[in-house]
Nanobody, 124 residues
Framework: QVQLVESGGGLVQAGGSLRLSCAAS????????MGWFRQAPGKERDFVAA????????YYTDSVKGRFTISRDNAKNTVDLQMNSLKPEDTAVYYC?????????????????WGQGTQVTVSS
């Protein structure tokens, strides 16, 4: 089973940028869609962005459209989330997840493997 390790979180001021990276342990990574989710304290885990197995399709939740960009490098088994114009409401633990299918799905239940999470804190 593929294992995922996130990196790149931290503390940033509002308006700043961070780049999250997720490294997968297996080559089978390239077969599946990948997603990023986030969970703020006291809230449910929410969908942020997803990318299909071939990078042909991407999808974003409305609140991050135009600010976040998801990308993947199947040769390196990595998926990144570039986050620009960060807002305090983006503060959360961000999780990388491997989907069960090649195409994009939004539901967390469609993702079979999760990373340990990385904290993103945006100060006002």
């Amino acid at each position: 089973q593929v294992q995922l390790v996130e990196s790149g979180g931290g503390l940033v001021q509002a308006g700043g940028s961070l780049r999250l990276s997720c490294a997968a342990s297996e080559r089978t990574f390239s077969r599946y869609a990948m997603g990023w989710f986030r969970q703020a304290p006291g809230k449910e885990r929410d969908f942020v962005a997803a990318i299909s197995s071939s990078s042909g399709s991407t999808y974003y939740t409305d609140s991050v459209k135009g600010r976040f960009t998801i990308s993947r490098d199947n040769a390196k088994n990595t998926v990144d989330l570039q986050m620009n114009s960060l807002k305090p409401e983006d503060t959360a633990v961000y999780y990388c997840a491997a989907g069960r299918y090649a195409g994009i799905v939004l539901a967390a239940t469609a993702y079979s493997t999760w990373g340990q999470g990385t904290q993103v804190t945006v100060s006002s």
